[in-house]
């Protein structure tokens, strides 16, 4: 009884602490998946994981009518239970970007490595946090200096109020010209007798946003401006 005890509190510590790895690299970065939600869906995956696997063990017969259960029953449905957790740091913003989908992605690993240490599989647990790191950290910025063009670029929108509408064109025209791609343009008739012209565009991730930002608003023709990176 004593090695059982001892046995799910090593599987609890060991849960908690791949958990923190998780939810560090997301606290970091200013994510809504921080530590103590990471710490909390890895230690209670990884209970319930061993609830789910020692109920099987315990309760094979009722009143001497042999029961066969799934081990990992209760532990199946704690990946559909997290999907509701991820959802819910799912955004889309105002300039129709998607926003969230890694850290709803991160919510769905960390209970899965809480599942997988509460099964008793360490190692496999410990090796897909170190991917799971290299994953997020490492592989994106290696592919961002030698991977292919458009990964990297980063994506800009650029709001601009122009008075003369002929000078639209001009522009457009004008910053194209300075190695930035547009991909969409929106254009609205003002009340206080100017136009407001949204920009999506594509420049290298290299660019300064404030460079961007000096470069447009310094334009003859542009009389306000505003950039989102």
Not at 78 to 102: E, H, Q, R, W, Y
Not at 151 to 157: N, P
Not at 160 to 181: G, P, R, Y
Not at 207 to 223: K, M
């Amino acid at each position: 009884m004593e090695l059982l005890v001892v046995n799910i509190l090593f599987k609890l510590c060991i849960s908690a602490v791949l958990g923190l790895i998780i939810g560090l690299e997301r606290e970091l970065k200013r994510k809504p998946l921080g530590l103590k939600t990471s710490l909390v869906i890895s230690i209670i995956s990884c209970l319930l994981t061993i609830v789910s696997i020692q109920s099987a063990y315990l309760f094979p017969h009722s009143n001497g009518v042999p029961i066969q259960m799934d081990p990992l029953r209760l532990a199946a449905q704690i990946v559909s239970g997290i999907g509701f957790l991820g959802a819910g740091v799912i955004l889309k913003k105002g300039n129709d970007n998607i926003t969230g989908l890694t850290t709803a992605a991160m919510i769905w690993g960390a209970g899965g490595i809480g599942i997988a240490v509460g099964a008793g599989f360490y190692f496999e647990a410990a090796a897909g946090v170190i991917l799971l790191m290299i994953s997020v950290e490492i592989i994106p910025s290696i592919l961002s200096k030698i991977g292919p063009k458009q990964l990297r670029k980063k994506d800009i929108q650029l709001r601009i109020t122009v008075k003369d509408k002929l000078s639209i064109d001009k522009v457009i025209a004008q910053i194209e010209d300075n190695k930035i791609t547009i991909e969409g343009v929106r254009i609205k008739d003002l009340q206080n007798d100017g136009f407001l012209v949204v920009l999506k565009a594509v420049t290298s991730y290299r660019r300064p946003t404030t460079e961007i930002f000096h470069l447009v608003s310094n334009l003859n023709e542009v009389v306000g401006t505003e950039i989102e990176s």
